[in-house]
């Protein structure tokens, strides 16, 4: 009786898992990603100030979905899988776009294909280390790389638009790129030693 009395409690539970509002500051963030693309289709200054401020607005709830996730203990299944999916998402995105428009060109290129690979790396090794139930801790030094590549991007989305009002406003963007790729080399080898160290001592 007591299961029975229990289980109709747990689908409703778990609804609003799915639409509590850090959930749904991530949907957000997955729903501008089409917004931020439309707007290098636009003509005039308006659209690349549009894709800064809708990447800064995706930054910023990136922040915020995850502290209020802790501050009202609404951390959901749903929430861990998709918050990493958006935020590489719209950065993928951005990247591409931004490469598109040749804002990033020539050996900058280089970067964002560093940041690139790299996403993809991390995304492998989490899934491969969470078959094997190994948690991948961010550590402080990937959430300082992620700062500088936030921010080297909303320059870089400002571009053309910004250089009117700061004529460093591209060659700013792509110096923090830079730095976000080296910093993204160094991170993405420190997640793959740990990856390597857990598979030798899973053989072991």
Not at 10 to 37: C, E, H, Q
Not at 98 to 105: E, G
Not at 116 to 142: D, K, N, Q, Y
Request: net charge neutral; aromatic share 12%.
């Amino acid at each position: 009786m007591v299961q029975g009395g229990a289980s109709p409690a747990a689908p409703r539970a778990s609804a609003r898992g799915y639409w509590s509002l850090p959930n749904l500051l991530t949907y957000g963030r997955i729903i501008a990603i089409p917004a931020l693309v439309a707007c290098f289709f636009a003509t005039g200054d308006w659209g690349r100030w549009t894709a800064m401020w809708i990447f800064i607005a995706a930054g910023v709830s990136d922040f915020l979905d995850g502290y209020l996730a802790r501050a009202w203990q609404q951390q959901s299944a749903i929430g861990r899988m998709l918050d990493p999916i958006a935020d590489k998402l719209i950065v993928s995105a951005a990247l591409l776009m931004l490469a598109a428009d040749q804002t990033i060109a020539g050996w900058s290129l280089w970067a964002g294909v560093i940041i690139l690979c790299r996403e993809i790396l991390v995304s492998g090794l989490r899934e491969f280390l969470g078959s094997l139930a190994v948690g991948v801790p961010v550590t402080r030094l990937a959430k300082w790389k992620t700062v500088v590549q936030m921010v080297a991007i909303g320059f870089l989305l400002a571009g053309s638009a910004g250089d009117k009002i700061w004529p460093y406003t591209t060659p700013f963007g792509l110096t923090l790129l830079w730095i976000a790729a080296l910093l993204t080399l160094y991170t993405g080898y420190d997640y793959l030693r740990a990856a390597i160290r857990h598979v030798t001592a899973e053989e072991e």
